[in-house]
């Protein structure tokens, strides 16, 4: 059986999008489900592309993600260089190796030729496409051209007539006619690779048996197999990934929503979170769950439950799943999680046992981990304003008057803790006639300063006595001022 090796290839030209994650994890699993290699390779020849700083920010966010390659930058692995501008040689060579086999040529086009070729076809209303200009030139015209203009390009001989059909492990049987394929540029005048060259010659000298990518590779598929019978290479195998889409079915982009893996990191979901929704953007696992560490997808994934169809990226269905898996985050690993958002604020005075205390009392509240530090600011700071909302509705002439008297009560309460807080609140409430909603608001509000959050009597218990007194007389001596 031929080992299971298969790769993710991007191109270090910016941030790392949420599909190329996708394609990433796909190829992840598929190699880890059989015991296989997973490759991290750079694709680097367009320079003119080039982002800095582009490749430790993918390898630090597919780190983060749990996606850990075998063999890449900075690993190494028997196949190496795994950057592309760091085997130009070997590109050379093979572009020189399809010329001499008479399966690519030398072209000398200028750019402006190129350029008025195509505008006069899609004048004609034809698709544009490069007219083969130099395909036929004898050798001593080339031999002349080339001492002429040693800084050209190559380009690979597309048959003219019939068509290729090959097995895409997704979408089944695909056939492209020739007549629809350009005579693709394979090496550049500036002695880079085009990414078709490169990429079957660096899949067949990594032996990647399958290769995972987006469906807008699927046009290329017909050049690159031309290319590994040109060489009497055996082609691995193609899965071309469906499109992500925005709600409204179109493709996903910037302008409608975050499409860096990175974005959802800083704004605090989970990789767990993340992985487990992305898994979901193509694949199901044919029954009704859909929660999936990443140990479960790598025993569960198969590309054969891959549909073909464009999946919706769903917000509101990230935001679920972050929700549940900070539910279901052990307290301790959660505010490990937390700490770096609370040393930005300056919260690092407090015991670990209050900080324990406050995220376990405030996760259920959660969606993503800023949450916290927004929401269950009042934990760390005491209110200096109030919500009006809830003042206007809720805070009558009594009602400093029967908090301070409140207060005076829950000082004397040993233990302070939340089922004492509630029953003296409750006794009170019932000795004055009054609702006990007529008081648990406005002592909420004096509190935390808004009107919702996880209970009060619970939230004065991880504040303590002193701290909860206090707020309760800076709340009266508000509302007399």
């Given amino acids: 059986m031929t080992p299971i090796r298969t790769r993710f290839a991007p191109s270090p030209t910016g941030f790392l999008h949420v599909g190329g994650l996708r394609t990433a994890l796909y190829a992840y699993l598929v190699a880890k489900k059989q015991g296989g290699t997973f490759i991290l390779r750079i694709e680097d020849t367009d320079q003119n592309r080039l982002t800095p700083g582009a490749v430790e920010n993918m390898i630090k966010t597919l780190q983060w993600a749990g996606i850990d390659f075998d063999e890449g930058p900075g690993k190494g692995g028997p196949y190496g260089p795994y950057i592309q501008s760091e085997r130009l040689e070997l590109y050379k060579k093979h572009a020189q190796q399809l010329v001499d086999a ?20 899609v004048a004609n209303k034809l698709p544009p496409a490069y007219d083969r200009h130099c395909r036929n030139l004898s050798p001593e015209e080339v031999a002349q051209k080339i001492q002429e203009q040693p800084e050209h390009v190559i380009r690979m001989k597309i048959p003219v007539a ?97 499409v860096a893996a990175e974005d959802y990191w800083k704004k605090g979901y989970l990789p767990e979170a993340l992985i487990n929704f ?69 919260w690092t005075n407090k015991s670990e046992e209050f900080l324990l205390a406050a995220v376990n009392l405030f996760k259920e509240r959660m969606t993503t981990l800023p949450d916290f530090v927004s929401a269950g600011s009042y934990f760390f700071d005491a209110p200096t304003e109030y919500d009006q909302t809830v003042w206007v509705k809720n805070w009558t002439p009594d009602t400093a008057r029967h908090l301070l008297t409140l207060e005076k009560l829950f000082e004397q309460l040993k233990p302070f803790d939340a089922a004492q807080l509630e029953q003296t609140l409750r006794d009170y409430a019932t000795q004055k006639n009054l609702k006990t909603s007529v008081l648990m608001s406005p002592l909420r509000l004096a509190i935390t300063g808004v009107g919702k959050g996880p209970s009060v009597f619970h939230t004065m218990e991880v504040l303590g006595k002193e701290e909860s007194c206090a707020r309760i007389r800076t709340a009266c001596a508000r509302a007399a001022a």
Wanted: proline share 5%; charged share 25%.
């Fill in 278 to 346: 992305i898994a979901f953007l193509g694949w199901n696992p044919g029954d009704e769950r859909e929660i999936f560490s990443l140990d479960e997808l790598k025993q569960e994934f198969s590309l054969e439950r891959v549909g073909k169809a464009g999946a919706i990226f769903n917000i509101e269905k990230l935001d679920w799943l972050n929700h549940y898996y900070i539910q279901h985050l052990p307290t301790q690993e959660l505010l490990a999680r937390l700490k770096p958002l609370l040393h930005e604020k300056g």
């Fill in 102 to 121: 008479g399966h690519a040529y030398h072209c000398f086009c200028s750019p402006e030729r190129l350029d008025r070729v195509r505008a006069q076809q």
């Fill in 162 to 258: 019939g068509d290729l059909t090959f097995n895409d492990l997704i979408r089944g049987p695909v056939t492209f006619g020739y007549k629809v394929l350009d005579d693709q540029v394979l090496m550049k005048s500036d002695g880079f690779p085009t990414y078709h060259l490169a990429v079957v010659v660096d899949d067949h000298y990594m032996q990647t048996s399958h290769v995972i990518r987006g469906e807008e590779w699927l046009s290329s598929t017909p050049k690159h197999l031309l290319l590994y019978q040109y060489f009497g290479w055996k082609a691995p195998l193609f899965a071309h990934l469906p499109l992500m889409l925005n709600p409204d079915r179109s493709k996903l982009s910037k302008r409608q929503g975050d």
